[in-house]
């Protein structure tokens, strides 16, 4: 049997459990579930405001859209960001005409707060922070610069659902105005694509409610009463998207959900276990995790002088690594950028996925890290 890099497994009786009422009900829109997942998602993580919608990358767009609305940003101002992530981070960005500033990585793969510093000039406006595999990186150091130079912060946590530090998650800290979490098919609360935006402030989130829905002041199902009521007349105030999450896609969070910590904390074991067989091959890199006991690793990353070769050798076993991300800078619409970033666009040449998903056992992940071992020599 092939081993994959991503797999998501998924609670099935649970997961139909919750959709059944979906069906029952005749409810598989926006409202009902969606309402119940956003209120245990704020239990369960702290957040004080959580809209459930489509997809991360909505969350990020209507991130950058709500608040250069609000802070007056514009056409060509600046967001400083990171050139190792998927797409959608900067592409949030530029749907809204600002240009992404990529600023260098750290050790832990996320921004390196000395280099966002000096890439902070009269057009900055804010940060995009992406927690790389659940790492929070220097988060409180990127707080702390924004703060000085009254920028916004946002957290692109699509890698982070369940990520603590000292038992609190990082998106509620003082100084991140939004968070946006992905529970897209792979992710760690897998659905088959759906985001949470979370903003500090109410009213954002209030306004996000209605953007997230074309504009419209008042959606489908708080138009409908207990009754079955159904009030046609309604107001738009915005123009608005189609960015909202649906019944469904919050009836397999809510059966995924209570499984989460239990599941990363076996993600963790396996990455110990990795860990503990690369340590002492010196060609090996492994990509640390400050607060390791608590971080959500999405993915085990890896840098290796040859991947090429590594990736090919993995496949003659019939197992399949992966890379994430390749340099953003490297894409035509971000060609600028190029020479920008020089630690981030030297990893990513080496960078490898290790397979991590609930699959695997402890004795799956020592042959995987065997062949790797042997091959990198």
Known sequence: MSIQVLKPKFH??????????????????????????????????????????????????????????????????????????????????????????????????????????????????????????????????????????????????????????????????????????????????????????????????????????????????????????????YGVDYLGFKYNGNAIMAAVALAQLPYLDEENAYRRKLCAIYDEVFTENEKIHIIGAPYRDECAFHIYELAVPDREGLLAELAKHDIYGGVHYRDNTEFSMYTYAQGTCPKAHEITQHLITMPLHLYLDEEDVREIANIVNAYVK
Not at 16 to 34: D, M, N, P, V, Y
Not at 52 to 76: M, P, Y
Not at 195 to 223: H, L, P
Request: glycine share 8%; aromatic share 10%; with cysteine.
């Open 12 to 233: 099935i009786d649970e997961c139909l459990a919750q959709i059944r009422e979906c069906l029952e009900k005749g409810w598989t829109g926006s409202g009902f579930k969606t309402a119940e997942f956003e209120q245990k998602w704020k239990e369960y993580t702290g957040h004080k405001n959580a809209c459930f919608l489509n997809s991360n990358t909505s969350g990020l767009h209507l991130a950058v859209n709500i608040l250069k609305r609000h802070c007056g940003w514009q056409d060509g101002d600046e967001i400083i960001s990171t050139p190792i992530t998927f797409v959608s981070t900067n592409h949030a960005i530029m749907y809204e005409k600002m240009k992404p500033c990529f600023a260098d990585v750290d050790e832990y793969l996320c921004l390196d707060p000395e280099d966002v510093e000096r890439k902070i000039n009269e057009r900055t406006r804010a940060v995009a922070f992406v927690g790389y595999g659940g790492r929070v990186g220097q988060l409180d150091k990127i707080i702390a610069l924004c703060k000085k130079y009254d920028l916004k912060l946002i957290l692109d946590a699509a890698h982070m659902a369940g990520t603590r530090v000292n038992g609190v998650f990082p998106g509620t800290w003082d100084g991140v105005d939004v968070t946006v979490y992905s529970y897209q098919a792979v992710k760690n609360l897998p659905t088959g694509d759906s985001g949470m935006i979370c903003f500090a402030d109410e009213k954002f989130d209030a306004e996000c409610r209605m953007v997230s829905w074309m504009g419209i002041n008042k959606d489908t199902y708080s138009r409908t009463s207990s009754k079955g009521t159904y009030k046609w007349n």
